[in-house]
């Protein structure tokens, strides 16, 4: 599903962001991605939904190379990728319903298709009975679970995560991760960039932990050394 065969990216001025990174995480997973600040994660995350190309190695996700697609196919690649921010990037002067139905009125689907999904996707976060009000009524936890609400509501196979309880208490933090889960019961492949280890450990779930933009471990790769 998200495949990296020694992937780098240098950015102007010389700086690395990521090094020979190679990894695979199957249809279905949900994988945490940790690391010191500045580890690479952002970049990790910004390469698989082609904000960034890699300058060596390949990346590829739901079988596309990415180095191979051009500027009018990437809409479409992106399509497949849902993104939860850490600052949620609401638009403030639309409802939660329209901020979540976005993605679908882009895509040219029609008026009572996007109100079924748009109203389904805001029923699994809990928050159908907000779908009127304005982002900036609601509650931290409550504008987090509207952009989850935003990335899940095109079906997309992957969704990626980046510090998605940066901002939120521990309890709101276990609220949001219980979501993640729901969504990866049904068959989405999640990678979850974070730095809340106490909460990822106790998940039981792999982890990538980046260090100076290499990956220094894969607690999936320990498990089946251990075996």
């Known amino acids: 599903m998200i495949q990296f065969e020694n992937v780098g990216k240098r950015y102007p001025g010389g700086h690395e962001g990521v090094r020979n990174l ?5 249809p279905g997973e949900m994988v945490f991605l940790t690391g010191h600040s500045g580890a690479g994660k952002s970049t990790l995350l910004k390469l698989v939904l082609l904000l960034e190309r890699c300058t060596r190695g390949q990346v590829r996700v739901n079988g596309r190379n990415l180095a ?7 809409p479409y690649h992106r ?11 609401l638009l403030s002067d639309r ?4 901020n979540v139905a976005l993605s679908l009125v882009v895509r040219g689907l029609g008026r009572q298709e ?5 109203r389904a996707a805001l029923d699994k976060v809990g928050l159908l009975e907000l779908e009127r009000s304005y982002p900036l009524t609601l509650s931290g936890g409550e ?14 196979p992957v969704v990626l995560a980046d510090e998605p309880t940066g901002n939120l208490d521990p309890e709101l933090s276990r609220e949001v991760m219980a979501l993640f889960e729901q969504f990866n019961q049904v068959g989405v492949t999640l990678l979850i960039a974070t730095h809340d280890l106490d909460l990822i450990s106790r998940m039981g779930r792999r982890i990538l932990t980046l260090q100076n933009g290499n990956l ?7 498990v089946r050394d251990a075996d």
């Open 22 to 26: 190679s990894f695979h995480i199957e």
């Open 216 to 222: 220094d471990r894969d607690s999936a790769a320990l």
């Open 68 to 74: 191979r697609l051009r500027p009018r196919q990437i």
């Open 143 to 156: 504008q987090q679970r509207v952009g989850i609400a935003r990335a899940v509501v095109s079906r997309p």
């Open 79 to 89: 399509r497949d990728v849902g993104m939860v921010f850490q600052n949620h990037r």
């Open 114 to 118: 996007i109100g079924r999904r748009v």
């Open 95 to 98: 409802t939660v319903f329209d």
